[in-house]
């Protein structure tokens, strides 16, 4: 039995899935693709958790972070534009990310990552000094990140930058003139 343990307690079979590192049980460390699959399960992990925090599929789709000189965009497009039920999960989740953000609450990107991003502490500290817009499109929408003070867009870049990783949208890590 993969992963799992199974023990008779009083004449009844009793099965326990208990937490086994696949390695350990499978040897798949001598596998020549592991790092591959520990990857795409990593990624799947978080795509799981993507949609469960965004509340639409992640593999519908896409998902763009732009950095700018006063800060940034998280922009979120329908892979199919005649998909109207995720373009409108799209905007819903973007319209409640622009608020949550604006009042300090990165609840959504802290469970999606399973960490406080990168940028968010001083993002909560000077919330007061951002600007969160959302902007509508016709394929989805976008929050525009905006302030005047530096260190509000340096944490603001820092965020986006983790955002470009994890999500590996292959987006410029600096800011556009």
Do not use: W
């Amino acid at each position: 039995m993969r992963n799992g343990r199974s023990f008779v307690a009083a004449g009844t079979l009793v099965v326990a899935f208990l937490p086994v590192p696949v390695s350990a049980a499978s040897g798949m460390e001598d596998c020549p693709m592991h790092a591959q699959h520990a990857s795409s399960s990593g990624h799947q992990h978080q795509s799981d958790r993507g949609e469960k925090g965004m509340g639409f599929s992640q593999e519908k789709t896409t998902h763009h972070f732009a950095l700018a000189r006063d800060g940034g965009r998280i922009q979120v497009t329908a892979n199919a534009t005649d998909d109207q039920v995720t373009v409108e999960q799209v905007r819903s989740h973007l319209k409640h990310i622009a608020v949550a953000f604006r009042e300090g609450d990165f609840a959504i990107p802290m469970f999606v990552h399973e960490q406080t991003p990168p940028g968010v502490p001083a993002m909560k500290r000077l919330r007061s000094a951002i600007s969160y817009q959302y902007e509508g499109r016709p394929d989805g929408g976008a929050v525009v990140i905006r302030s005047k003070n530096p260190e509000a867009i340096a944490a603001v870049q820092e965020f986006l930058r983790f955002q470009i990783r994890e999500h590996e949208t292959g987006d410029p890590l600096q800011a556009s003139p």
